[in-house]
């Protein structure tokens, strides 16, 4: 059992992610910050004895979702440091400051990341990494991010809270098939008017996430000043073994973006690992 495992406060992601993360970056006796979480002090400074580590929290992200990690209590000023503000407007101010700039499951939320891609190249010390993983991504299979509970009238009887997207959305890649309109109609027959409009405001319109297709995101990190080790899609799906009707929807897809620069739909996420050299 790996120490990650001994910490309860990690998601099954989270234990994966970081494990990846500890795989390619050394973090004992360095300082790192981590935009966009906050993980625990038991684990970072005291088992893995990072010198200092600095969780950096949006404000306006916690204003919209109630799921925002929350920095472990025993946090201080010296080595485990909470910071709430936006990172494009933290990190303008800060110059050569961290080993590492590690971020997981959250670039897709960074309405701004075109900003923060630019700036984190400066906070970096000199052979500092950027370590992120992050998805569900808006060009892939599920990649709307929906969060809005199902009333109980659609339920059928089942009493668990949360149906699962599966059973909410009839295909995968429906928001970028559909558009807000055809998304609306459709989705009222499944459900009713009333829901179908709060789930258009929550899969375009919402300000959760930053709706960056796979593309945008290999051009952003592709064009900062950093050296890249890693810029791949991760959890592909693999067509040979997707179902006939996740196959026509896809092959919808491919022709509604057909001349333009966007081509990668099976890949659910991102893997970024870059230095600065």
């Not at 590492?100 to 400066?122: D, G, Q």
């Not at 339920?155 to 429906?174: A, V, Y």
């Not at 309109?181 to 258009?200: G, P």
């Amino acid at each position: 059992m790996t120490i990650l495992e001994h910490i309860w406060e990690l998601s099954p992601h989270q234990h994966s992610y970081m494990e990846q993360f500890l795989s390619c970056c050394d973090i004992k006796g360095k300082d790192v910050l981590e935009l966009g979480g906050a993980m625990p002090k038991a684990l970072v400074i005291d088992h893995l004895k990072a010198s200092t580590w600095t969780c950096l929290q949006s404000p306006d992200y916690a204003a919209y979702r109630t799921d925002n990690q929350i920095p472990s209590n025993d946090a201080d000023s010296t080595t485990y440091a909470p910071v709430w503000a936006n990172a494009e407007d933290f990190l303008a101010n800060q110059t050569k400051q961290w080993d590492y700039v590690f971020s997981i499951a959250a670039f897709e939320h960074f309405l701004k990341l075109p900003a923060v891609t630019r700036l984190i190249p400066k906070v970096l010390k000199p052979g500092g990494r950027l370590f992120s993983i992050f998805a569900p991504i808006w060009s892939g299979p599920w990649g709307h991010h929906f969060t809005l509970e199902v009333p109980t009238r659609f339920r059928n009887g089942q009493t668990k809270r949360n149906l699962s997207t599966q059973d909410i959305f009839n295909l995968p890649w429906d928001h970028l098939a559909l558009g807000p309109t055809a998304f609306l109609d459709k989705y009222t027959i499944k459900f009713d008017r009333q829901f179908a409009e709060e789930m258009v405001y929550e899969v375009y319109h919402s300000p959760q996430i930053n709706r960056l297709m796979f593309e945008d995101y290999h051009e952003l990190f592709s064009k900062t000043d950093l050296k890249t080790i890693i810029l791949s899609g991760i959890f592909n799906a693999e067509q040979s073994q997707l179902p006939q009707n996740y196959l026509n929807q896809l092959a919808i897809i491919k022709k509604r973006f057909e001349g333009t620069k966007y081509s990668n739909f099976h890949s659910a996420g991102v893997y970024v690992l870059q230095e600065r050299v």
